[in-house]
């Protein structure tokens, strides 16, 4: 009697071990499914890489609409310093690059930036080969339908390196 006892009190305790890592697995599952479509929902950094060509990789930016920061990364993987082939990543209205680009020449070297610029919506260091820099702004103040343009701002390199970035 004892002995029957125990072996069915063990052999409910295998039925509850395998029922709970089945509850397991399958709860791994969800939150593996969860977490994957969160990241693609807000998905709110971008990367873009700069070259000694003068070049982004990047001809446009989409973004989510959702993100209320936005971080972008820029990379320079050529070999030239920043005073010949210096890049910084820099967002403005497409209608203030031009105007932008010229206050940022003005304002000269090492930055090529002019600081304060209201014009100016996000802006990255300035960096040479083999560098890296990011920059983290607020995209709340943003209008989604608006024109929005990305560039660098050493003396002529906007008319090559820009993109537009759309929020979506
Ligand atoms: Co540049």
Redesign the pocket.
């Known amino acids: 009697m004892t002995l029957s006892m125990d072996i069915s009190f063990t052999n409910k305790n295998n039925f509850m071990e395998k029922v709970n890592m089945r509850i397991l697995s399958l709860l791994s599952i969800l939150i593996t499914l969860g977490y994957s479509n969160l990241a693609v929902a807000q998905d709110c950094s971008q990367i873009v890489e ?1 070259n000694d060509a ?1 070049q982004f990789d990047l001809k446009e930016m989409r973004v989510s609409a959702d993100c209320k920061n936005m971080t972008v990364t820029l990379k320079h993987v050529g070999n030239l310093p920043q005073q010949f ?4 990543w820099v967002l403005s209205n497409t209608a203030d690059m031009m105007p932008l680009s010229g206050a940022s020449m003005q304002a000269g070297a090492p930055n090529y930036l002019p600081e304060g610029d209201s014009r100016i919506i996000a802006a990255t260091d300035m960096i040479g080969g083999g560098q890296e820099t990011s920059v983290t702004f607020d995209m709340s103040s943003l209008d989604p339908s608006g024109d929005y343009s990305y560039f ?1 701002t ?1 003396p002529g ?1 906007y008319a090559i ?1 820009k993109g537009k970035f759309i929020i979506e």
């Not at 082939?85 to 910084?88: E, T």
């Open positions: 700069s003068m082939m210096g890049h910084n660098c050493f390199h390196m």
